[in-house]
């Protein structure tokens, strides 16, 4: 994660508060995700976020170590990182980023 990068692609995603890139869109691994404020993409790899504190927290799909993520730009919260999955079948989540959906947008499409 570098900070003041610029995505290239076709098709990427942005902060909603400040248009800073944050995603391309071939780094999303689902759409079928849910996050606090309604759907979100979980993404292999995300740019431009600062990481805030590691904490346990319980989530749909059990019990989860994450840190939320912020645009580095204008620290808008975006979703989260997960650092720690507890239940086996949970542990491809380790290290990959879920975006709320609702703080993202489309640019380039």
């Not at 990481?51 to 993520?69: C, Y």
Request: glycine share 10%.
């Amino acid at each position: 994660m570098g900070t003041g990068e610029l995505v290239f692609g076709p098709r990427i995603y942005s902060c909603c508060n400040c248009r800073c890139h944050i995603a391309e869109h071939d780094d999303i691994i689902s759409k079928c995700f849910q996050g606090r404020n309604g759907r979100a993409y979980l993404f292999g790899r995300v740019v431009n976020v600062l990481t805030g504190p590691k904490e346990d927290r319980q989530l749909m799909t059990g019990l989860h170590t994450v840190a939320d993520i912020s645009c580095f730009q204008c620290q808008e919260v975006l979703g989260w990182k997960y650092e720690r999955a507890y239940e086996e079948s949970q542990k491809y989540k380790e290290g990959k980023y879920i975006l709320e959906k609702a703080k993202i947008m489309k640019e380039n499409w």
